[in-house]
């Protein structure tokens, strides 16, 4: 009983923190070789939050989302309807 309260207090005090990135600056995240990784939500509402990690596809290796990009950047579609 008194953990699961500690876990209920935890989860309310946490705080989230998200960053915009635009569509024209050159990223990982906008690179259409990055693949982003998730994790399940924490709670009772069952979900996935993207991480700040991803993977390469291209170049085989694990890489931050914000980090400058290499020279095989390509830009992602944007399909607009």
């Known amino acids: 009983m008194i953990q699961e309260a500690r876990v209920e207090n935890l989860c309310a005090q946490k705080r989230y923190q998200s960053i915009s990135i635009d569509a024209t600056q050159r990223c990982c995240l906008n690179c259409m070789w990055y ?5 399940r939500t924490r709670g009772n509402v ?36």
């Not at 693949?35 to 994790?39: G, L, N, P, S």
């Not at 890489?63 to 290499?70: G, Q």
């Open 35 to 39: 693949e982003q990784y998730y994790r």
């Open 46 to 81: 069952a979900g996935w939050v993207g991480t700040a990690e991803g993977f390469c596809l291209l170049h085989d290796k694990k890489c931050a989302a914000l980090k400058r990009p290499c020279g095989d950047y390509e830009q992602k579609e944007i399909k607009r309807q």
